[in-house]
């Protein structure tokens, strides 16, 4: 990841150019951006209009663009009288979301600001989202499209306004207590103070960053604001249907975050797997092959299946402690030593304690399912200590180095 500080007025000498470089503002506003050159120059002249008179602020660029947008930045933040840096990812880890956890990581105010760079969030409400939260004694101020003076007018036609509506009702649904005073967590425009944001207990994935904030490090006080969300200043939409389903997956992977939920994902797709379990068996016998082979080979059918929606939807975060090879042959020797371990504990529940064959049964999937789970847990998807993630190749130059 390259890191360019731009300083307000250019000058030749490097030491100079670090020397004018001003005092960390009041806040910091995150924008990050993917192939925006057409709006950016825009999104600088609103943030000088309306910003840094009533409030001191610097701009942190987190760019993901395969096009010039970084050039673009650089050749308008020469009029901005406030700092502009540009933080290029070689690797765009996380997508949006990854970008605005880099943008907090080298924030330098008390309050961070997050917009879009598209213009749809109007930079005239900053210095009023900072103040509401000075007033609330606030962590975290939405601007929200869903209290009285919000409005999603910006939104691009029924089908975009379907969507934003059907996954905010989903969302709040599947996080009451996490969401709750959050009218609109599907907003990319709030402010949240330095202190009340954690970075390296955060797991973004695609662009919904607040939710990601709200559930794994809210803060204890949050309040709201609203806002008119504007239409696009130039350029279409990122939203696809490739978003759409890795909105999907974090939502799984942020419902899936305690072991009490983990554990009930785990029976609920155990469960789906008796469908390609018994399609298998049909179709084998149906084949001519007899029903003890049949049946183990179709259960193999069933532990596949249940492997792709674990990994999917219940361990997303835990892939990269071993290779794909390795955690399935791990799963698939837990999954099959479930059927061979629950014949003698049925026969021990009968003739030890006596019970009947259909509670000794009963007895005995509930104890292989909880050491099925717990084993998958720990020999399967258990992290590594003293290992950190990926770090993605990045290359990072210090906040005052010019890069040409």
Same mark, same amino acid.
């Given at each position: 990841?390259?890191?360019?500080?731009?300083?307000?007025?250019?000058?030749?000498?490097?030491?100079?150019?670090?020397?004018?470089?001003?005092?960390?503002?009041?806040?910091?506003?995150?924008?990050?951006?993917?192939?925006?050159?057409?709006?950016?120059?825009?999104?600088?002249?609103?943030?000088?209009?309306?910003?840094?008179?009533?409030?001191?602020?610097?701009?942190?660029?987190?760019?993901?663009?395969?096009? %010039?947008?970084?050039?673009?930045?650089?050749?308008?933040? &020469?009029?901005?009288?406030?700092?502009?840096?540009?933080?290029?990812?070689?690797?765009?880890?996380?997508?949006?979301?990854?970008?605005?956890?880099?943008?907090?990581?080298?924030?330098?105010?008390?309050?961070?600001?997050?917009?879009?760079? %598209?213009?749809?969030?109007?930079?005239?409400?900053?210095?009023?989202?900072?103040?509401?939260?000075?007033?609330?004694?606030?962590?975290?101020?939405?601007?929200?499209?869903?209290?009285?003076?919000?409005?999603?007018?910006?939104?691009?036609?029924?089908?975009?306004?379907?969507?934003?509506?059907?996954?905010?009702?989903?969302?709040?649904?599947?996080?009451?207590?996490?969401?709750?005073?959050?009218?609109?967590?599907?907003?990319?425009?709030?402010?949240?103070?330095?202190?009340?944001?954690?970075?390296?207990?955060?797991?973004?994935?695609?662009?919904?960053?607040?939710?990601?904030?709200?559930?794994?490090?809210?803060?204890? &006080?949050?309040?709201?604001?609203?806002?008119?969300? &504007? %239409?696009?200043?130039?350029?279409?939409?990122?939203?696809?249907?490739?978003?759409?389903?890795?909105?999907?997956?974090?939502?799984?992977?942020?419902?899936?975050?305690?072991?009490?939920?983990?554990?009930?994902?785990?029976?609920?797709?155990?469960?789906?797997?008796?469908?390609?379990?018994?399609?298998?068996?049909?179709?084998?016998?149906?084949?001519?092959?007899?029903?003890?082979?049949?049946?183990?080979?179709?259960? &193999?059918?069933?532990?596949?299946?249940?492997?792709?929606?674990?990994?999917?939807?219940?361990?997303?975060?835990?892939?990269?402690?071993?290779?794909?090879?390795?955690?399935?042959?791990?799963?698939?020797?837990?999954?099959?030593?479930?059927?061979?371990?629950?014949?003698?504990?049925?026969?021990?529940?009968?003739?030890?304690?006596?019970?009947?064959?259909?509670?000794?049964?009963?007895?005995?999937?509930?104890?292989?399912?909880?050491?099925?789970?717990?084993?998958?847990?720990?020999?399967?998807?258990?992290?590594?200590?003293?290992?950190?993630?990926?770090?993605?190749?990045?290359?990072?130059?210090?906040?005052?180095?010019?890069?040409?």
């Amino acid at each position: 990841m390259s890191q360019e500080s731009i300083v307000p007025s250019e000058l030749g000498d490097p030491a100079v150019q670090a020397a004018e470089v001003a005092e960390p503002g009041a806040v910091t506003i995150v924008v990050p951006t993917f192939n925006e050159s057409a709006n950016v120059r825009e999104l600088l002249h609103l943030i000088t209009e309306s910003v840094p008179a009533r409030l001191p602020c610097e701009v942190v660029f987190v760019d993901d663009s395969t096009d %010039d947008t970084p050039e673009v930045i650089h050749e308008a933040a &020469q009029d901005c009288p406030f700092p502009v840096t540009v933080l290029h990812r070689d690797e765009p880890v996380g997508g949006l979301g990854g970008a605005v956890v880099e943008g907090i990581r080298a924030a330098s105010s008390d309050w961070i600001v997050v917009m879009d760079g %598209d213009c749809q969030h109007p930079p005239s409400l900053v210095p009023e989202l900072v103040a509401t939260g000075e007033r609330a004694n606030a962590g975290l101020v939405v601007a929200s499209r869903y209290i009285k003076g919000g409005s999603r007018a910006g939104l691009a036609g029924s089908y975009r306004v379907a969507v934003s509506r059907g996954a905010t009702w989903l969302t709040k649904s599947l996080f009451p207590r996490k969401l709750r005073g959050i009218s609109d967590p599907m907003s990319g425009f709030f402010a949240i103070r330095r202190s009340a944001v954690t970075a390296d207990v955060l797991q973004p994935l695609g662009y919904k960053i607040l939710l990601e904030l709200a559930v794994r490090n809210r803060p204890r &006080q949050v309040t709201e604001v609203p806002f008119v969300f &504007q %239409d696009r200043f130039a350029g279409e939409s990122k939203s696809s249907a490739q978003e759409g389903l890795r909105f999907l997956r974090h939502l799984a992977g942020l419902r899936a975050a305690s072991p009490v939920a983990r554990m009930v994902g785990f029976g609920l797709i155990g469960a789906t797997g008796f469908v390609p379990n018994l399609l298998g068996l049909w179709a084998l016998t149906l084949a001519g092959m007899h029903y003890v082979p049949a049946e183990i080979l179709a259960n &193999q059918f069933g532990v596949a299946w249940n492997f792709v929606l674990i990994e999917h939807l219940l361990f997303r975060d835990r892939r990269r402690h071993r290779r794909w090879w390795d955690r399935a042959g791990r799963f698939a020797l837990l999954a099959n030593a479930d059927l061979v371990l629950r014949i003698p504990l049925i026969a021990l529940f009968v003739h030890r304690f006596g019970m009947g064959a259909l509670s000794a049964t009963a007895l005995a999937l509930v104890t292989t399912f909880v050491l099925r789970f717990a084993g998958t847990e720990a020999l399967v998807y258990l992290p590594r200590r003293g290992r950190g993630g990926p770090e993605g190749g990045r290359t990072a130059r210090s906040a005052h180095e010019k890069t040409p």
